[in-house]
């Protein structure tokens, strides 16, 4: 049998309409958009454009060239961190981040260009918004938070830590990359300025697509790349406006295709729908975790804001040695490890050995939850 439970890495199996989409465009118009005038370049624009259009309407961003494609959301991360920060300015970020944002801003601190402040958070995922607000100086100039943890599944309270930030002119710059395609996101009314988010995920896109979205207009990001836009080529300076200030050098036109595809896809579905689908193998599995004797499970339980990520250590035995034992003995395969969030870990208590995460997607099954149930309690016993 064969389980694939590492969504929150990467979602496997893509929907069959992100193949086609993709093979249609790689057969009939795979030209460079918005470098030439012919009809291939000119059809490759205008998907190009209408996924900016789609991705506008799927967080509210206010203007679709507001929009801007990248790699991935470790480069979004980059792009609004380098771009917005000078020396000086206070940061403040949480104890949930990712190394996508938590290494940037290391770099900063040591170089002596900014401050940072972490807030911590409770085993249970609780965030004190007092304890944000107690961390504000004259010169904090940006928030950085995650949306959802990618080690326990807790959702951060975005909309509270936005209003913050607004009622004291912070920047706020959320990390989607777990929440996007699973959570509602909207830009306006949740105060987000800036969002970083990637395809591969839950939006069910091929690896190497994602995006920075910006719904404040005033703020001044720094390009942290100058190029080629195929805008205003007769100047040797950079375009001065969005999105081509921030997309120089070819666009990655077959990883937008590919999210467009998967973003109709979700819509298709139901953000709401396909939460609700995943929460209920979540605590299938985690009721099932409860019954085994052996297991420690890291996760807001008592929660009721989560999404389908699962972390867990079976006393006894590293995380890897589980993890290596799931996959050859029984075909399942899940991350073992520190998943890119020290801080997370450290936190738990669980640094440097890691955890086992469990991430559940679309396409499993309760049969699946049961079968890698079936596998904990022979692990647990061998």
Not at 119 to 142: M, Q, V, Y
Not at 238 to 263: C, Q, R, S
Not at 360 to 367: I, R
């Amino acid at each position: 049998m064969k389980v694939y439970l590492d969504n929150s890495a990467t979602s496997w199996p893509k929907p069959p309409q992100v193949a086609e989409a993709i093979t249609e465009f790689l057969t009939h118009s795979a030209a460079s958009p918005g470098r030439s005038a012919h009809r291939m370049s000119v059809s490759a624009a205008r998907e190009v454009f209408e996924t900016r259009e789609l991705i506008a309407e799927l967080f509210n961003v206010p203007d679709s060239e507001r929009v801007v494609f990248t790699s991935n959301a470790t480069h979004a991360l980059n792009i609004a961190i380098y771009g917005t920060l000078k020396k000086g300015d206070h940061v403040i970020t949480t104890t949930f981040e990712h190394n996508s944002t938590i290494r940037p801003l290391r770099k900063l601190e040591n170089e002596g260009v900014i401050e940072v402040t972490i807030i911590g958070c409770n085993k249970e995922g609780a965030f004190d918004i007092r304890e944000l607000e107690n961390s504000i100086r004259p010169n904090t100039r940006l928030v950085c938070a995650i949306h959802t943890s990618n080690v326990t599944g807790d959702v951060l309270p975005i909309a509270s830590i936005g209003k913050v930030c607004k009622t004291n002119g912070i920047v706020f710059l959320v990390d989607a990359s777990q929440a996007a395609g699973i959570i509602p996101i909207d830009m306006q009314t949740e105060d987000i300025d800036l969002l970083a988010f990637t395809g591969h995920k839950k939006l069910y896109a091929p690896t190497g697509i994602g995006g920075l979205c910006i719904a404040n207009n005033q703020i001044a990001i720094q390009p942290l790349m100058q190029g080629g836009t195929g805008s205003r080529s007769e100047s040797e300076y950079h375009p001065e406006f969005y999105p081509d200030m921030l997309e120089a050098g070819t666009l990655n036109t077959v990883g937008i295709i590919g999210l467009k595809a998967g973003i109709n896809f979700v819509l298709s579905k139901g953000l709401d729908s396909i939460r609700q689908q995943q929460l209920r193998l979540t605590n299938q599995f985690i009721d099932g975790l409860k019954a085994i004797q052996g297991i420690t499970v890291y996760r807001g339980i008592a929660s009721s804001s989560y999404i389908s990520v699962v972390s867990i250590n079976v006393n006894g035995k590293t995380s890897s040695d589980v993890a290596l034992q799931l996959d050859t003995e029984f075909g399942i395969m899940v991350r073992s490890g520190l998943h890119c969030s020290p801080l997370t870990h450290r936190l738990l208590g669980t640094f440097p050995q890691g955890t086992v995460r469990f991430s559940f997607g679309l396409f499993n099954t309760a049969e699946d939850i049961n079968y890698t149930l079936d596998a904990l309690r022979k692990i647990v016993t061998s």
